[in-house]
């Protein structure tokens, strides 16, 4: 069971960077739905300097600029330009898509050097490993997982406790208003912009460079979508993001264990189970109009200053 | 003008994509050397990228061998990364190879088969050759296979004598016909020299996404399991295995990038069946009858056996592979009875396949092996 609990957090991780970055970049009032595209093209440039460098530093680097790259494209054309957000984030996810074929082709089946694969083994923490039940499980782990946990409770910190936070969900609740007091609402896009699609390089380098250190062009598969479902499912909040990733990622993987374990069940049923709760939730959260659980007031809506 | 701004650059991002696209599905042109006397001309439509440490490079090195064997007198074309799924995508690639005048045209997945199927019909005068399908028609189109069953069996016995914990696991892309194929012979062959034997297998619904097939390795070490084989096409069960100590064995080319783990892998040698075939094509004695090859042939084959594996171990897989070869050993052999008590083969009974058309349209895992078939 911890063995299980502890793979839950392995495949909750590269969800978790990525729901954490798009709930900070949706927090400012823009949906990126380029998460895909990023995620993809962090995993790839990571993976181009892991080969090039053998520093995993400058890999992890490598991944974050990527997919702030990813995300300048974004927020150029969204906030700079206003185009239509749900169109630019969908461009975006088939432009990394393709990016990542495209440079990803001659190191296909390459291996990440072995001073990468070392930096990033299980390094199980001094001490808290030793708690039982719980150190297996969330202390020996890799140095990535433990990173994670620093950036979920960073930006809860930051969305919920600073003032910046504060001007952060004005800017996405009621772009005009935040306007109206005085806050440099472009600053504010580009910024949590710029950092969420950093974060979701970060998710699809843990993919490439950690779980399956060997290039292949579909390593991200999907996720970056299961992380949009996310930070519906987490209510645009960094801590139930962190359940959820572990809960989505748990389920991605359930189905798998209970095949080991002799159980008689479809992956594909065990597959239905992430989207199905995703539903559900926001069918309750609509039901109880409870004001947290709603969406930024101003989501997906560019902003004109003194346009009605 | 901001607006007119927005579109431009959203188009930029659309054609370098396009660009992007364009290039990764890129193909090449080797003229083999001495390109004045070519005589014939082949063009090769491949799922994946001709690097990819698996199933695709085992297809793209026996089409360099075959280029090397016929010394200028062969030409090839290819296009990779063509999705199998996409039927207007193989005919694209198929038509992009017969506008650079390739008279025989090779799809290596089961996928492509409608769309060769069509351009035969249209295309009276070239030749389609399809990898792992059943279909043919009556004059210019047919496929090729092999059993690569008995390969598995031989992997089998080496897991049987590798294995600890009597516990051997298998990632199976899906449940149905070919995978449970070769999880029976696996199974078959790891109870031919280990009775206690029991084989767990993970469906991971996928041909190929290496997250899930590293985790799916995963689950089935944690439950015991220490040797993993694969019907996947990423070598990351491998990796898996290699990461607490267990031992892997791969699939289609022999790729061990997991050194510490690596056992061996059942692969395919596709030049031993296109050789002769682009012979008897160039002599005009070539006829349309389905290919499948054995190990008698050479088309299937078991990898290099490592140095993990005992010398004795390696003796006795030998020993079994020459009696495969020679038609004394066949993998399914009765008595046989499926995990669910109902009997497969009977004592005598021998299950023997010369082409995909003659497999059975289901087949249930045998018993030992455990998987789920929803």
């Known amino acids: 069971m911890e063995s299980f609990l502890a793979a839950c957090i392995v495949a909750g991780t590269p969800l978790l960077f990525a729901t954490v970055g798009e709930i900070i970049t949706e927090r400012a009032g823009c949906m990126n739905l380029g998460v895909e595209g990023m995620m993809l093209m962090g995993a790839v440039m990571g993976f181009v300097g892991a080969l090039?460098?053998?520093?995993?530093?400058?890999?992890?680097?490598?991944?974050?600029?990527?997919?702030?790259?990813?995300a300048l494209i974004y927020a150029v054309l969204t906030v700079s330009l206003r185009a239509n957000q749900v169109v630019t984030g969908l461009t975006l996810t088939i432009f990394g898509t393709g990016f990542a074929s495209f440079v990803g082709q001659p190191m296909l089946g390459n291996m990440a050097p072995q001073e990468v694969i070392a930096f990033f083994a299980k390094t199980p923490i001094p001490g808290l490993?030793?708690?039982?039940?719980?150190?297996?499980?969330?202390?020996?782990?890799?140095?990535?997982?433990?990173?994670?946990?620093?950036?979920f409770i960073l930006a809860?910190?930051?969305?919920?406790?600073?003032?910046?936070?504060?001007?952060?969900?004005?800017?996405?609740?009621?772009?005009?208003?935040?306007?109206?007091?005085?806050?440099?609402?472009?600053?504010?896009?580009?910024?949590?912009?710029?950092?969420?699609?950093?974060?979701?390089?970060?998710?699809?380098?843990?993919?490439?460079?950690?779980?399956?250190?060997?290039?292949?062009?579909?390593?991200?598969?999907?996720?970056?979508?299961?992380?949009?479902?996310?930070?519906?499912?987490?209510?645009?909040?960094?801590?139930?993001?962190?359940?959820?990733?572990?809960?989505?990622?748990?389920?991605?993987?359930?189905?798998?264990?209970?095949?080991?374990?002799?159980?008689?069940?479809?992956?594909?049923?065990v597959d239905m189970i992430p989207y199905v709760a995703t539903i559900l939730i926001v069918i309750i959260s609509t039901r109880k109009k409870s004001k947290e659980s709603q969406p930024p007031g101003d989501l997906g809506n560019s902003y004109f200053r003194e346009d009605r | 003008m901001k607006k007119v701004l927005a579109i431009l650059l959203a188009l930029v991002m659309v054609f370098s994509f396009a660009a992007c696209g364009g290039d990764s599905n890129g193909g090449g042109t080797d003229d083999g050397g001495d390109a004045a006397a070519a005589e014939l001309k082949v063009g090769f439509i491949f799922i994946g990228a001709k690097n990819d440490g698996g199933y695709t490079q085992a297809h793209f090195e026996a089409?360099?061998?075959?280029?090397?064997?016929?010394?200028?007198?062969?030409?090839?074309?290819?296009?990779?990364?063509?999705?199998?799924?996409?039927k207007q995508a193989a005919l694209n690639a198929g038509t992009n190879l017969m506008d650079q005048n390739c008279d025989v045209i090779i799809g290596c997945s089961y996928g492509f088969k409608d769309a060769l199927a069509e351009m035969a019909e249209a295309n009276p005068d070239k030749y389609f050759l399809h990898f792992s399908g059943e279909q043919k028609n009556d004059s210019n189109f047919t496929n090729f296979f092999g059993s690569i069953e008995q390969a598995r069996y031989l992997s089998g016995m080496v897991a049987g004598r590798m294995t600890k914990t009597n516990q051997l696991g298998y990632v199976g892309a899906y449940p149905y016909t070919e995978v449970n194929m070769g999880i029976n012979a696996f199974t078959l062959?790891?109870?031919?020299?280990?009775?206690?034997?029991?084989?767990?297998?993970?469906?991971?619904?996928?041909?190929?996404?290496?997250e899930l097939e590293k985790a799916a390795a995963e689950q089935l070490l944690t439950q015991g399991c220490d040797v993993i084989a694969q019907h996947c096409d990423s070598t990351a069960p491998q990796l898996a295995a290699q990461e607490v100590g267990a031992y892997a064995i791969g699939y289609n080319y022999d790729n061990p990038v997991a050194a510490d783990a690596y056992l061996t892998a059942p692969v395919w040698h596709h030049e031993k069946y296109l050789i002769p075939t682009i012979q008897a094509i160039m002599d005009g004695t070539w006829d349309n009858s389905v290919y499948y090859g054995t190990m008698a042939d050479g088309y299937v084959d078991l990898g290099n056996l490592s140095d993990l594996i005992p010398a004795e171990v390696k003796d006795e897989v030998n020993a079994a592979k020459e009696k495969i070869a020679s038609g004394e050993l066949v993998p399914f052999t009765g008595p046989i009875t499926f995990s669910d008590g109902t009997v497969w083969l009977n004592e005598g009974e021998t299950a023997v396949y010369d082409s995909v058309a003659s497999w059975p349209a289901s087949l249930p895992l045998v018993k030992g092996a455990t998987g789920s078939d929803l």
């Open chain 1, 156 to 269: 809860a910190v930051y969305i919920y406790k600073t003032r910046m936070g504060l001007n952060l969900r004005a800017v996405g609740e009621n772009t005009a208003a935040a306007d109206a007091s005085g806050i440099n609402i472009n600053l504010y896009k580009y910024v949590h912009i710029l950092v969420g699609g950093a974060l979701c390089g970060l998710g699809g380098a843990y993919l490439s460079l950690v779980r399956v250190p060997i290039w292949q062009s579909d390593v991200v598969s999907g996720r970056g979508w299961i992380a949009v479902a996310l930070v519906i499912f987490a209510s645009w909040n960094p801590v139930k993001a962190f359940f959820g990733a572990v809960l989505f990622g748990g389920l991605s993987i359930l189905g798998l264990r209970l095949q080991a374990m002799g159980f008689n069940v479809s992956q594909y049923l």
């Open chain 1, 52 to 70: 090039s460098t053998a520093n995993p530093w400058i890999a992890v680097l490598c991944a974050v600029l990527a997919g702030t790259a990813g």
């Open chain 1, 129 to 151: 490993s030793s708690i039982p039940v719980i150190g297996p499980i969330f202390f020996k782990q890799d140095v990535f997982v433990y990173f994670g946990y620093l950036v």
């Open chain 2, 63 to 86: 089409m360099n061998k075959m280029v090397e064997n016929f010394g200028g007198k062969v030409e090839v074309a290819y296009v990779e990364n063509v999705a199998d799924t996409d």
């Open chain 2, 189 to 210: 062959g790891a109870q031919a020299v280990n009775p206690d034997v029991q084989v767990k297998v993970v469906y991971i619904n996928s041909w190929g996404d290496p």
